[in-house]
């Protein structure tokens, strides 16, 4: 574990605590969802009990609880698909 100086505009503030851990958080990995009969892919990671899903250019998080986080990424997934599909039949470009 390596102790960081914490500082803003010259002040110091403590000090953070670094662990040297396996960052399985920075790995994503794909998942998808069929809408309508069509595949959408996005890609999913979980982070300190969260699952962020990424499509496109919009991101959705929400805690996994007690459930799993491929089940939360796929709902999330769903959401944003029809989110963008909604956003895209709006402005007529579908």
Same mark, same amino acid.
């Given at each position: ?12 503030? #403590?000090?953070? @605590? =670094? ?11 794909? %998942?998808?969802? /069929?809408?309508? !009969?069509?595949?959408?892919? #996005?890609?999913? @990671? =979980? ?11 919009? %991101?959705?998080? /929400?805690?996994? !609880? ?29």
């Amino acid at each position: 574990m390596t102790a960081i100086p914490v500082s803003l505009g010259g002040f110091a503030y #403590g000090t953070r @605590r =670094v662990t040297n851990t396996n960052a399985d958080y920075e790995k994503t990995a794909d %998942i998808q969802v /069929a809408i309508d !009969g069509v595949m959408h892919e #996005g890609r999913f @990671r =979980v982070m300190s009990g969260s699952v962020i899903v990424y499509y496109g250019s919009e %991101i959705k998080f /929400a805690p996994c !609880g007690m459930d799993r986080p491929e089940t939360v990424a796929r709902w999330l997934l769903s959401d944003l698909c029809r989110k963008v599909d909604a956003k895209t039949k709006k402005r007529g470009t579908r």
